[in-house]
């Protein structure tokens, strides 16, 4: 049901299995979703009847760990219309600070703004909340508001540095030059391009 090899981990089949019920999420496959419960859901018990007969295999005896580093951004490419809104989103703030230079970094906070709701979408989309128990609901609403500002903050800091503060230190630092005037001028257009592609880029392929 999952499409997977004999002797597939477990990191493979749950990123199988979050992958597919994905997919069906997007492409309003309710039907499907049970299905691959299912077949999940039968793979997970094998897992740990292996876990707790010999745990021959690292994997396996693995299986339960927290991995390394949670919070790190994991690949998940969104459908194609939302790539196409991701795309819209980073091209207005360009376009403001393109067309007005004065206006300084609000067009870098109108891009952190964009990035965090599309971001919170995603992830609501990927995994939404369970209706109950309300405990569960809010928590799980915490952790897509938690994750989805953790993604943009970092996406965001991450495209200013590289559009501004990389060109400007490596040539301060080991050229021992200095850029084009022209560069300094354009300061919040560059920075807010920075911003905007690499929020763009995780907007679309991370979670």
């Known amino acids: 049901m999952l499409g997977l090899t004999e002797g597939a981990d477990y990191e493979t089949v749950n990123r199988t299995y979050k992958r597919m019920v994905y997919e069906c999420k997007m492409n309003n496959k309710r039907e499907m979703i049970d299905k691959i ?7 997970m018990t094998r897992f740990m009847m292996q876990r707790i007969q010999a745990g021959a295999n690292t994997d396996v005896a693995r299986a339960g760990e927290v991995p390394l580093l ?3 951004p994991r690949v998940l490419v969104w459908a ?19 067309v007005s230079p004065s206006a300084g970094p609000q067009p870098i906070q109108f891009t952190f ?22 405990k569960e609901q809010q928590k ?17 800091t991450l495209g ?5 503060s990389l060109p400007d230190l490596v040539m301060g630092t080991l050229v021992k030059g200095a850029l084009p ?3 300094y001028e354009a300061q919040w257009l560059i920075m807010t391009a920075g911003a905007a592609v690499s929020g763009c880029v995780f907007n679309i392929f991370f979670r």
């Open 80 to 98: 194609y219309k939302w790539m196409a809104a991701a795309v819209v989103a980073a091209a207005l703030p360009v376009a403001w600070a393109f």
């Open 37 to 43: 419960e299912a077949a999940h859901s039968t793979l």
């Open 160 to 164: 200013i540095f590289v559009a501004w």
């Open 181 to 183: 005037a022209g560069f």
């Open 140 to 156: 799980a609403v915490i952790g897509i508001l938690s994750r989805g500002a953790g993604l943009t903050l970092g996406s965001v």
């Open 113 to 134: 703004f964009l990035c965090l709701v599309l971001n919170c979408l995603k992830l609501w989309q990927w995994s939404p909340p369970p209706a109950n128990p309300p």
């Open 70 to 72: 949670p919070w790190r």
